[in-house]
C-alpha cells in the first residue's frame, strides 16, 4: 500500500475526469493531497480559493482525500510533507509527452519522487478543464462533464467574467 500521494494539477476548474482520477488513487493509498498548483505567471480562471472549494465539494464523501495548494515546485512540496508517490492522470499520447518529460524531471530533482500514471477513464479521455470552461462561457450544458454539486456555481461565475471582459 503507498502511503501518501500527491495529486497535482491546475483543477481550473475540477472535472468528472479528475474526480474519477481522485476517487481511484484514493482507494490506492492512506492519504491522496488533491494539490493546486498555482503558478502567479499563468492565468486562471478560477482562483486557488475557488479552485479548492469546488474540490472540497466533490470529494467531501473521501475521507482519506484533502486539498491543499502550492505557488512552488511540486518535488519542494513532495519533500516537505513526507510524500510517496505522485500520481497523474493520462488521456493520450498528447499527454503522455509532457507528462512522461514532467516525471523524470522530479524524478531528478528528487531521486525518491515516483510517478504512477493511471488511465483516464474512456468516458473522459476527451475532457479537460479548458473544454468545460469555454462551453460554459458560450452558455452551454456542462452537466455531462462536472459534478452536479457544482456545476451551475461554475456556469454562473464564468457567465459573470465573461461579461466582464465584454464592457
Ligand atoms: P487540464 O487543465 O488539462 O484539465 P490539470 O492540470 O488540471 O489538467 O490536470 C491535472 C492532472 O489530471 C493531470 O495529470 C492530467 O493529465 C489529469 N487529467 C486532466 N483531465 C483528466 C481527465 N479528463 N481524465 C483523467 N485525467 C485527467
Redesign the pocket.
Known amino acids: 500500500m503507498m502511503k501518501k500521494a500527491i495529486?497535482?494539477?491546475?483543477?481550473?476548474p475540477?472535472?468528472?475526469?479528475?474526480l474519477?482520477?481522485i476517487k481511484r488513487a484514493s482507494q490506492m493509498c492512506d492519504q491522496l493531497i488533491v494539490l493546486i498548483?498555482v503558478n502567479p505567471n499563468k492565468s486562471s480562471s478560477f482562483s486557488a480559493e475557488e479552485r479548492a472549494a469546488f474540490l472540497r465539494k466533490v470529494c467531501y464523501d473521501i475521507p482519506n482525500v484533502r486539498i491543499d495548494s502550492c505557488s512552488g515546485l511540486i518535488v519542494d512540496y513532495f519533500r516537505e510533507h513526507d510524500c510517496d508517490i505522485i500520481?497523474?492522470?493520462?488521456?493520450a499520447m498528447s499527454?503522455f509527452e509532457t507528462?512522461f518529460q514532467m516525471a523524470h524531471v522530479n524524478k531528478h530533482l528528487c531521486p525518491r519522487a515516483e510517478t504512477v500514471f493511471?488511465c483516464?477513464?474512456s468516458q473522459?479521455?476527451?475532457?479537460?478543464?479548458?473544454m468545460v470552461r469555454q462551453i460554459a462561457m458560450f452558455g452551454g450544458d456542462i452537466s455531462p462533464f462536472v459534478p452536479e454539486s457544482i456545476k451551475d456555481d461554475i456556469t454562473k461565475r464564468l457567465l459573470i467574467k465573461a461579461a466582464k471582459e465584454d464592457k
Open positions: 495529486y497535482p494539477g491546475s483543477f481550473d475540477v472535472t468528472n475526469g479528475h474519477e482520477i498548483s500520481i497523474k492522470g493520462l488521456r499527454d507528462e493511471l483516464a477513464d473522459s479521455t476527451y475532457l479537460s478543464s479548458s
